[in-house]
């Protein structure tokens, strides 16, 4: 059983930064990769970051330049730094781990971000 904890959600106005976190914890026994998603009202959950064990990462078109992801493999964190937000990125955001490239994936109970003056 692998946990995902995710924190740092919240209220902020357009232009602000908001910083989510990502835990995981329980029996894991690799990670290939771990991100964030997030999934608006009414709308399909979109993959928004990855980063691999590696360090390689993958952005969605329309947050390229203002997200950051990173993480801790030490402690099987990740991190999403969020600038210049926009009303258009308010949604629940989820935490995912990816065992391997062809799963198991694991989800955490997800965050409220709300932009919003």
């Known amino acids: 059983q692998v946990q995902l904890v995710e924190s740092g959600g919240g209220l902020v106005q357009p232009g602000g930064s908001l910083r989510l976190s990502c835990a995981a914890s329980g029996s894991i026994f690799s990670i290939y990769a771990m991100g964030w998603s997030r999934q608006a009202p009414g709308k399909q959950r979109e993959l928004v970051a990855t980063?691999?064990?590696?360090?390689?990462?993958n952005y969605l078109d329309s947050v390229k330049g203002r997200f950051t992801i990173s993480r801790d493999n030490a402690k099987n964190a990740v991190y999403l730094q969020m600038n210049s937000l926009k009303p258009e990125d308010t949604a629940v955001y989820y935490c995912?781990?990816?065992?391997?490239?062809?799963?198991?994936?694991?989800w955490g109970q997800g965050t409220q971000v709300t932009v919003s003056s």
């Open positions: 995912k781990l990816s065992a391997t490239a062809r799963g198991p994936n694991y």
């Open positions: 980063i691999t064990s590696g360090g390689s990462t």
